[in-house]
């Protein structure tokens, strides 16, 4: 079973710098809440990972069906909750990409495989938020 660890240093403040797989990465907080915004906030690395791990799938997937695409970028919004501990509990994905009229079945056909059998973190947020997605050809 393969599994996953990072390490996570405290550099005073509310400041970590964690190794993930010898990337380094800053996590902060804004300074109204005691720290020096020295790095991106947690949730929101959620939402990078998101972005990510969907945007892996969509690119490899139109890759084997040999379509060409520029323009790709999927921006996620997420609503966070007002209760304490806040959660995303509704989250947006957003495709954006520039492909030829023909090929736009195919952009469907791989969002789709990405979102609802492929990424992970899509499963993982289905857990606790509402995922939808949209795509927008340009």
Same mark, same amino acid.
């Given at each position: 079973? %393969?599994?996953?660890?990072? #390490? %996570?240093? &405290? #550099?005073?403040?509310?400041? $970590?710098?964690?190794?993930?797989?010898?990337?380094?990465?800053?996590?902060?907080?804004?300074?109204?809440?005691?720290?020096? @915004?020295?790095?991106?906030?947690?949730?929101?690395?959620?939402?990078?990972?998101?972005?990510? /791990?969907?945007?892996?799938?969509?690119?490899? +997937?139109?890759?084997?069906?040999?379509?060409? $695409?520029?323009?790709?970028? +999927?921006?996620?919004?997420?609503?966070?909750?007002?209760?304490? %501990?806040? +959660?995303?509990?509704?989250?947006?994905? @957003?495709?954006?990409?520039?492909?030829?009229? %023909?090929?736009?079945?195919?952009?469907?056909?791989?969002?789709?495989?990405?979102?609802?059998?492929? /990424?992970?973190?899509?499963?993982? &947020?289905?857990? &606790?938020?509402?995922?939808?997605?949209?795509? +927008?050809?340009?």
């Amino acid at each position: 079973m %393969a599994q996953s660890s990072i #390490n %996570a240093v &405290f #550099n005073g403040g509310m400041n $970590f710098t964690a190794d993930l797989n010898g990337h380094q990465l800053e996590i902060d907080t804004e300074e109204s809440r005691g720290g020096n @915004n020295k790095g991106t906030r947690p949730k929101v690395l959620m939402l990078a990972s998101l972005a990510g /791990c969907t945007g892996l799938d969509v690119v490899g +997937i139109l890759n084997k069906m040999r379509v060409n $695409f520029t323009n790709l970028s +999927i921006k996620v919004d997420a609503h966070l909750t007002d209760e304490e %501990a806040a +959660i995303y509990d509704e989250v947006t994905v @957003n495709y954006s990409i520039k492909v030829d009229k %023909a090929d736009e079945q195919k952009v469907e056909k791989a969002v789709k495989l990405s979102q609802e059998k492929y /990424c992970g973190v899509t499963k993982m &947020f289905e857990a &606790f938020a509402k995922v939808s997605y949209k795509i +927008i050809y340009l």
